[in-house]
C-alpha cells in the first residue's frame, strides 16, 4: 500500500508558476514510476509527465518546455514544477504511482486555476 498527498495547488495568474508536491509514504521501494495527470471539467483524464525510478522523464506535448518533474528521495516527494501557465492548464492535478506489479495507486488531487 501506498499513499500519496498532494499540496501546492491554487490560483495563479497566466504566465505565473507554481510547484506541485506528492508525498508518498507506505510501500514506496516497490514504486516503479511515478506520474502526474490532470483532469479538466468534462474532459478525459490526462497524463502530463512522468518519472521513473532511474530519473528518466518523459512529458505530454502539451506541457513540453514548461513543466519539469523531479523527484526527491530523501523526502519521498515527487515535484511539478509549472512556468508560464496558461488558462487551459486549469484542472485538478493527480498524483499516481505505478508499483512493480502494476498496480495504481493515487493521491487526492490538488486544484490549480490560471486566471486573471
Known amino acids: 500500500q501506498v499513499q500519496l498527498v498532494e499540496s501546492g495547488g491554487g490560483l495563479v495568474q497566466p504566465g505565473g508558476s507554481l510547484r506541485l508536491s506528492c508525498t508518498g509514504s507506505?510501500?514506496?521501494?516497490?514504486?516503479?514510476?511515478m506520474r502526474w495527470y490532470r483532469q479538466a471539467p468534462g474532459k478525459q483524464r490526462e497524463l502530463i509527465a512522468n518519472i521513473t525510478t532511474g530519473g528518466s522523464t518523459n512529458y505530454a506535448d502539451s506541457v513540453k518546455g514548461r513543466f519539469t518533474i523531479s523527484r526527491d528521495n530523501a523526502k519521498n516527494t515527487v515535484y511539478l514544477q509549472m512556468n508560464s501557465l496558461k488558462p487551459e492548464d486549469t484542472a485538478v492535478y493527480l498524483c499516481?504511482?505505478?508499483?512493480?506489479?502494476?498496480?495504481?495507486?493515487w493521491g487526492q488531487g490538488t486544484q490549480v486555476t490560471v486566471s486573471s
Open positions: 507506505g510501500s514506496i521501494f516497490s514504486i516503479y514510476v
Open positions: 499516481n504511482a505505478r508499483m512493480y506489479d502494476w498496480v495504481d495507486y
